[in-house]
């Protein structure tokens, strides 16, 4: 009895021991998930809450908004029995607060208030939840389109939605539709599972899934309880539950007719179950109870037979999960499949995944949890990224007594990428939450997580009885860990080199400006010291070719005489504002034009006529924006001004008086226009136009300096940047509206930027940049969104002014603040976007950016890359920082200039060696280069260059009509590219001696 007493003992403390050592869950930031906030609870007793919350479903958009389903079975409009919500990537509410009523005569005058919303009738007037059922959740992995697809009741739908009036009254039975919504949850139409034929069999047919195709069209999956369809239409032995699938355009034109899922007439049952490639979709379904996937290509032709998944992988779990409620399928919108599943093997409690390439082949088959014990692992779901990789979520109680949501995500090889992780913070194992969380589902695209579930720790109860009640939960995680622009894809063409390394510290404010001449130079404004001085600015410009070789620093402005002046310019400040610098875009242009707040009027060397003694008193220390424009010399980088440096609105006044030294100011901008002339937009405060306070106007100049369009008034208020040059005009923002005008200041029109469905700054614009090209209608606009962290730009038409088309540009998984936006587009409506970043782990901000491309006519804008850190000077440590950026590019370069503090030697890991706030510049190759189809200084196509060939002699020649080019030669087209003239041309012509094996490249420059 002794030794027996003895062993249990042991027993029982080998027991504690194992108790004590077990591993429990980790937290989401300990395994790569960084969250976007706490917990959101949606349905709330506050709000909406039935006691009956269930059927929960989540989707990521492309543009970043997330969109939440659920169901919640209650009475009269209350009855939310299919509703959904949308949320941006930071977790605040896209969709506003709608009434919705109901055209059923019971419900007259009766009006629902909310976000949760379910269909919408023709005219965009709102149902209540009452007339759908069983939420199923998707987004377009294709486009920024959301979805809704649920069961119909009759009569209800019927009652509610006009054009079902006719096909679902109380003699019909129920049938799946989906509710089609763009990207922030406007309707674009319902679409139906079956047609009218189909639908009038005795029996319902209940939604399985649907989801967006690659074409843009929709399959939708039914589960059919017409049993006897299965024997008289389909040829089965006898009546029985079966599904059928249809695909239907957006409008609802079908395009593949009802059919049978299975190959094979037999029982079949499902719940979930539809995923995308881009070659197809695949459905997963319980076929006389066993786990079974069949594909399809986008037309709706089977491309497989009945994939038995027990059969196909060799382990029973893949199979498991019968019709589907507790499991997950997915597509991941290229070329694979996920199905996860629960249950029990050998081994123990598993969670297990299963991922299919898109022909129906096995990529792995394994239990996804095997670093914690499980005690009953249920309700599983799985996303998968464009990648390969996975993330699972399911619940687990063997850690706390209480049900909680877990995840793990795993790399495209099925191996582990993270530990398993608990998903919300209010139930954990160390919380030891009092209540449940359960039925978890999962999405995961562009770096965003979102995890939905229904959860009883919310901190609301009934506010009648007290009851603990069920309210869906959501909760957002980032994922994207930004790289280098190597890391996307793209060449360091010039590395990260400073404009200037004065002796001293900057005095502030002092950030840089970039732009483009032609396809040839990029130009780089910044802000130095006087020479033999520590305490007054100067303007300077960075001139770089842009397809590489050394940069030529040049000054911003030149004394009357021509020659360069590096003396004080400004009277009244010394810590800003930054200069300005545009070039002409044509190819073949040598033009640009500097602004800067300045005072020549106070400088002998600017004093070589009358223009500051006209009668308007510019004070002793008044400074205003003030233009001189050059031409370039794009062989040796030379500038040349084309006029003396100008008083830009108001050097031609004869009289009054400026009522303080801030006479305009830069608050502004210049810019080029397509025929040749440039515009110049201040920040007035002389009180000349506008008598009652600051107000945005501008001025239109030929090359020469000569006026073109006297100053006016584009809008009163502040402004900063805010000026763009596109196809036959120019837009200025001003608090909000952007004004059009024709490249002669005549105004066009105006539109709010609110119709971009974004809150941009409405300030005088400091945090966003408007954009455009001369080669293109498109303006965009570029900025921050006031409602969270999230970089957007917005692009509008200015033949109509219409909105165009919006997007997320830092991806909904870039986690950190984001502050100042900038950006440029080239010739093809290619653009990227740069902003200031401090993603979670960096001490210091960090400039990222950004390229992505518009489609005028499908008015949508897509990533050429994913977002990156713009400079080899990134680092997480103390010191090294990154600000102020501005952008410009080519069809084929890039060129990112900022302000910081950096390692000259380009080495961030041994810290800044900079003084403070240097402005410094980098170029990149562009990701989908292509030539610059703008149309050229003189009109028409650039010319061909012609090469023949005679014994050991070259000519080169191009048409004697194409005057004004210079053929250049370079013996490397490796940077830096060192382009010499050609001598010896004559007409257009030139005859040149091979010899050797050396190679020499040649190009026309204008």
Known sequence: MKTKNLHVLAAVMASACVAMAQTLPGTPEENGLTPKGPTIFLNLPSVLNNDNSEAVGIAVGGSGNVMVGWEDDGDELADAEAVWTILDSTGAYVTPETD???????????????????????????????????????????????????????PNFGDDIEAFKGTMDATE??????????????????????????????????????????????????????????????????????????????????????????????????WHGVGVTANGFGVR????????????????????????????TGFALA??????????????????????????????????????????????????????????????????????????AFTDSGFTGQSIVLGRVLKANGEPETGTFWVGELETPETNASYSAETPRVAWRNGLVAFTWLSKNSPEVNPVTGEVLQVVAVRLFGTFTPGSAEGVGLTRIVKDTPLIIPANNALGNWEPFASVIGTSTFLIEGNTFVVNSDSMQRYVVGIQPAAGGAMRLGDGFHADDGTPFQGQINFSRQNGNPGR???????????????????????????????????????????????????????????????????????????????????????????????????????DRSRVLYADGNAAVATVFAPDGSVVTETFVVATGDVWQSLAAYKGGFVVRVKSVLYFFDNKGVPTGSVSDSTANASFDGGRGDGTRIF??????YVYLAGKITTGAIVRVAAWDSRDRSFVASMDVSEPGFTGDADRVNGAVD??????????????????????????????????????????FAFINTSTGDTIRSVGMSVAMTTKQICIAAKGEINRDNKPDEGANTPTEVNFYTVLSHPAPAEDPTTPVGGGAAPTLKVTQAGGSLTLSWPIASSGFTLQKASSLSAPISWTAVTGVANNSVSLTTSGSSSQYFRLVK
């Open 100 to 154: 919705q009523t109901s055209l059923g005569a019971d419900y007259t005058g009766k009006v629902l208030r909310n976000r949760f919303l379910s269909y919408f009738r023709a005219d965009g007037t709102a149902t209540s939840g009452r007339v759908s059922w069983g939420p199923k959740i998707k987004a377009s992995l294709f486009g920024n389109n959301f979805g809704m697809g649920a069961t119909s009741m009759s």
């Open 173 to 270: 039975s129920d049938f799946p539709t989906v509710q089609l919504l763009n990207g922030n949850g406007a309707p674009l139409g319902i679409v139906s599972g079956v047609s009218d034929q189909d639908a009038a069999p005795a029996g319902s047919v209940r939604i399985g899934d649907w989801d967006f195709l690659k074409t843009g069209n929709i399959v939708i999956v039914g589960e059919s309880r017409q049993n006897d369809d299965l024997s008289t239409r389909f040829g089965g032995a006898a009546p029985l539950r079966h599904a059928a699938y249809r695909v239907v355009t957006p409008a609802g034109v079908e395009v593949k007719a009802y059919s049978l899922l299975s190959e094979v007439a037999e029982k079949v049952e499902m």
């Open 285 to 312: 379904f319980a076929l006389n109870g066993a786990g079974t996937v069949r594909l399809f290509d986008n037309a709706g032709n089977p491309t497989s037979t009945n994939i038995n998944l027990a059969e196909a």
């Open 319 to 392: 199979g498991a999960g019968g019709r589907g409620d507790g499991i997950g399928f997915h597509g991941n919108g290229k070329d694979a499949y996920v199905v996860a599943t629960a249950g029990t093997d050998a081994n123990g409690p598993q969670v297990w995944v299963t991922v299919l390439n898109a022909n129906g082949s096995v990529r792995y088959s394994k239990a996804a949890v095997t670093d914690v014990v499980l005690t009953n692992p249920s309700r599983v779901d799985a996303a998968i990224d464009a990648s390969g990789r996975v993330i699972v």
């Open 581 to 683: 610098v545009a070039g002409d875009k044509r190819p073949g242009a040598k033009n640009f034009v500097v602004g800067g707040e300045a005072s020549p009027h106070m400088v002998e060397q600017f004093q070589s006529d009358n223009r500051w003694t006209l009668g308007f008193d510019r004070l002793g220390d008044g400074r205003y924006g003030s233009v001189q424009a050059f031409s370039l010399d794009t062989v040796t980088l030379a500038q040349k001004p084309l006029h003396k440096v100008l008083d830009s609105a108001n050097g031609r006044l004869s009289g009054g008086a400026a009522p303080g030294n801030q006479i305009t100011r830069f608050g502004g901008d210049v810019a080029f226009l397509d025929n040749g002339n440039y515009v110049s937009m201040v920040e």
């Open 772 to 777: 455009s090209h001369i080669n293109s209608h």
């Open 827 to 868: 010739a093809l409506n290619r653009l990227t976007v740069s902003w200031v970043s401090q993603p979670t782990g960096y001490l210091k901000q960090q400039v990222a950016a950004r390229v992505l491309q518009l489609d005028g006519a499908a008015k949508t804008i897509t990533p050429l890359t994913s977002s990156f």
